[in-house]
């Protein structure tokens, strides 16, 4: 039972790769227990592993028939296994030559006469005037013309995919440079960035360390400003590829559901493709690594090799590209299987031994909600900042950003959170599934 409950508290958490261990772990003492296998499949299911959730969920279903929410947690396993199934079945060769943005034609979306926002000029340009507007749209709870957001999805589509897999970002003396974690969907408190610490531009350039999007109910709103800025200032927004800009992670934490409620179904699958041109890291003055998750299973992983990814596809389930968006640092020396159950947790002289071969002074990387907001480890070595305060409504958490002057020294930030109208977090989930 104790082993069965820290599972459930694991699972609050998503600390899914622990959840599974405590759940096999109270498996090995009671076989019988079922709370157990119901906990494990609910891990298993958030991870992905659709297989081994039905395996638990029909052991759920023999030891307790009657359990109408163990059949209804059966019946969800059958059927994302059947859909992985069939969408692997039909990605074929040929399919996959046909990207989603070849088959939108923006010129044959009309822009009917009563759209009360402003226009995008004859040639498509974004303009500041354009994306101000929009902003004052998505706070009043209004949407753009879906061919605005067409527009904007593919130039920002052509200015990434130019790009490497890691970037190298120049902090010119005399300038600044800020770096923002994790907002996840939550567009009034990246309004509240802004005021604090200005608009982006290119005198006041800023990198967004991922995940941009799910969980918060706003997260079209948020990536749409993101990208529009992207456009508006290639070299004043940077935008890092998150755990959360994935296919499986917005399925099933809501920003799928968004796009498709608010726009529809193949903008949001253009949000998928476009995702995958997203960079896994940068490298900020020569001197500070920048990454969503953290460093990697292995020594010996230089920027080259980093630089060299084919990141244009969904993320594999181990190796750098899958680390660089999933892993977590620890206390411990050495490397430790994740409690998440995807990526490694690594220590301090993982992180010095990575700086040290690649001669840089820095990690900094997001992943994980801190107090304040942000959080200094690996004896200074590490840095992990957050950007979402009040995460999904009810952690209590600061937010924060860094910024840097050209000296890379940082500067931290810390700011709570502000009033957003009532729009519960997951609101586009298809299930609650992990949180039972």
Not at 274 to 295: E, M, Q
Request: hydrophobic share 40%; net charge negative.
């Amino acid at each position: 039972m104790l082993l069965s409950n820290r599972a459930f508290a694991h699972i609050r958490l998503e600390n899914y790769g622990s959840a599974v261990q405590d759940s096999t772990n109270a498996i090995e003492v009671d076989p019988q227990y079922v709370k157990a296998y119901y906990r494990r499949g609910s891990s298993h299911y958030a991870l992905g592993h659709f297989i081994e959730a039905l395996k638990d969920f029909r052991i759920v279903a023999k030891l307790q028939p009657r359990d109408a929410d163990g059949r209804k947690k059966l019946k969800e396993c059958e059927n994302a296994l059947r859909k992985q199934r069939f969408e692997e079945a039909i990605s074929t060769p040929e399919v996959a030559l046909m990207k989603i943005s070849e088959t939108i034609d923006v010129k044959a979306m009309e822009v009917e006469a009563e759209y009360d926002g402003i226009r995008m000029t004859e040639d498509s340009i974004v303009t500041f005037a354009f994306v101000s507007d929009m902003m004052e749209r998505f706070k009043t709870g209004k949407t753009i013309h879906l061919r605005y957001a067409c527009e904007i999805l593919l130039q920002t589509k052509f200015l990434l995919e130019r790009l490497p897999s890691v970037v190298d970002i120049d902090v010119p003396l005399g300038t600044h440079f800020t770096v923002c974690g994790d907002v996840h969907g939550q567009f009034f408190d990246l309004c509240n960035i802004f005021e604090i610490n200005g608009l982006p531009s290119a005198e006041n350039p800023y990198l967004f360390n991922g995940d941009f999007v799910d969980r918060g109910s706003f997260s079209a709103e948020v990536i749409l400003t993101l990208f529009a800025f992207k456009c508006l200032h290639p070299g004043g927004m940077y935008l890092t590829r998150g755990n959360h800009e994935t296919a499986a992670m917005n399925k099933m934490y809501g920003f799928h559901g968004e796009i498709k409620a608010k726009y529809n179904a193949k903008l949001a699958d253009l949000f998928q493709e476009i995702f995958t041109y997203l960079p896994l890291g940068s490298v900020l003055g020569s001197r500070v690594f920048i990454v969503h998750g953290g460093l990697f299973s292995r020594d010996g992983v230089s920027l080259d090799e980093l630089r060299a990814i084919d990141r244009f596809r969904e993320p594999p389930d181990e190796g750098p590209f899958c680390e660089m968006l999933w892993s977590d640092p620890c206390s411990e020396p050495g490397r430790h299987p994740s409690k998440r159950g995807v990526g490694v947790a690594f220590g301090a002289d993982v992180t010095k031994n990575f700086l040290a071969e690649n001669n840089l002074d820095l990690v900094v990387r997001s992943h994980e909600v801190k107090d304040d907001g942000f959080e200094v480890d690996h004896d200074g070595a590490l840095i992990t900042v957050f950007s979402a305060p009040n995460y999904c409504d009810q952690m209590g958490n600061k937010g924060a950003f860094i910024r840097f002057e050209d000296d890379m020294v940082p500067h931290f930030t810390s700011f709570v959170a502000v009033p957003h109208p009532p729009s519960r977090p997951m609101q586009y989930a298809p299930s609650s599934f992990m949180f039972q």
